[in-house]
Protein backbone atom coordinates (compact mmCIF):
# COMPACT_ATOMS: atom_id res chain seq x y z
CA UNK A 1 0.00 0.00 0.00
CA UNK A 2 1.27 3.68 -0.72
CA UNK A 3 1.98 6.11 1.98
CA UNK A 4 -1.19 8.25 0.06
CA UNK A 5 -3.56 5.52 -0.06
CA UNK A 6 -2.54 4.45 3.54
CA UNK A 7 -3.42 8.12 4.55
CA UNK A 8 -6.91 7.89 2.66
CA UNK A 9 -7.70 4.67 4.20
CA UNK A 10 -6.92 5.78 8.00
CA UNK A 11 -9.14 9.18 7.14
CA UNK A 12 -11.73 7.23 6.29
CA UNK A 13 -12.02 4.57 9.12
CA UNK A 14 -11.74 7.91 11.12
CA UNK A 15 -14.15 9.16 9.91
CA UNK A 16 -16.87 6.04 9.52
CA UNK A 17 -15.69 5.96 13.54
CA UNK A 18 -16.47 9.15 14.50
CA UNK A 19 -19.95 9.08 12.74
CA UNK A 20 -20.64 5.72 15.09
CA UNK A 21 -19.70 7.49 18.57
CA UNK A 22 -21.78 10.88 17.48
CA UNK A 23 -24.42 8.11 16.91
CA UNK A 24 -24.86 9.83 13.44
CA UNK A 25 -27.65 8.31 11.39
CA UNK A 26 -29.96 9.32 8.66
CA UNK A 27 -32.75 11.06 9.96
CA UNK A 28 -36.46 10.52 8.71
CA UNK A 29 -39.55 12.71 9.54
CA UNK A 30 -42.86 11.17 10.03
CA UNK A 31 -45.92 11.46 7.44
CA UNK A 32 -48.78 11.70 9.13
CA UNK A 33 -52.45 10.22 8.05
CA UNK A 34 -54.27 13.26 9.08
CA UNK A 35 -53.72 16.51 11.23
CA UNK A 36 -55.64 14.74 14.27
CA UNK A 37 -53.07 12.15 14.39
CA UNK A 38 -50.41 15.03 13.35
CA UNK A 39 -52.03 17.26 16.29
CA UNK A 40 -51.40 14.16 18.78
CA UNK A 41 -47.64 14.53 18.47
CA UNK A 42 -47.59 18.76 17.50
CA UNK A 43 -50.47 20.02 19.27
CA UNK A 44 -50.46 23.47 17.23
CA UNK A 45 -49.38 22.26 14.24
CA UNK A 46 -45.95 21.85 12.66
CA UNK A 47 -44.43 24.46 10.38
CA UNK A 48 -41.46 25.63 8.41
CA UNK A 49 -38.82 28.04 9.80
CA UNK A 50 -39.98 31.31 9.18
CA UNK A 51 -43.43 30.47 8.43
CA UNK A 52 -46.66 32.78 9.40
CA UNK A 53 -50.01 31.65 9.98
CA UNK A 54 -52.29 33.54 7.30
CA UNK A 55 -55.76 34.48 9.30
CA UNK A 56 -58.05 37.41 9.15
CA UNK A 57 -58.03 36.32 13.22
CA UNK A 58 -55.45 35.92 15.72
CA UNK A 59 -52.74 33.97 14.28
CA UNK A 60 -51.41 31.16 15.73
CA UNK A 61 -47.95 31.36 17.19
CA UNK A 62 -47.24 28.59 18.74
CA UNK A 63 -46.55 25.35 16.57
CA UNK A 64 -43.27 23.77 16.50
CA UNK A 65 -40.90 24.63 13.77
CA UNK A 66 -39.62 21.53 11.82
CA UNK A 67 -38.60 21.65 8.60
CA UNK A 68 -38.30 17.86 7.78
CA UNK A 69 -41.81 16.87 9.42
CA UNK A 70 -43.60 19.71 7.53
CA UNK A 71 -42.03 18.68 4.17
CA UNK A 72 -43.31 15.60 4.92
CA UNK A 73 -46.60 16.27 5.40
CA UNK A 74 -46.97 20.25 3.32
CA UNK A 75 -50.56 18.17 2.03
CA UNK A 76 -51.60 18.82 5.52
CA UNK A 77 -51.23 22.78 5.02
CA UNK A 78 -54.82 23.83 3.37
CA UNK A 79 -53.96 27.54 3.31
CA UNK A 80 -50.17 26.88 2.12
CA UNK A 81 -48.75 29.12 4.40
CA UNK A 82 -45.91 27.04 5.77
CA UNK A 83 -47.78 25.46 8.75
CA UNK A 84 -49.77 22.12 8.70
CA UNK A 85 -52.82 21.47 11.05
CA UNK A 86 -52.26 24.46 12.70
CA UNK A 87 -54.69 24.96 15.54
CA UNK A 88 -54.69 27.35 18.58
Known amino acids: MT ?6 VV ?3 GVLALGGV ?4 PTSA ?12 YPH ?13 RPVSNFEID ?7 TSRDR ?3 GIACEKK
Open 3 to 8: FTRTIR
Open 79 to 81: DND
Open 22 to 25: MGVA
Open 67 to 73: ASVYSDN
Open 30 to 41: QTYSNCAALNAD
Open 11 to 13: LIA
Open 45 to 57: GVGKPGAVDSTSG
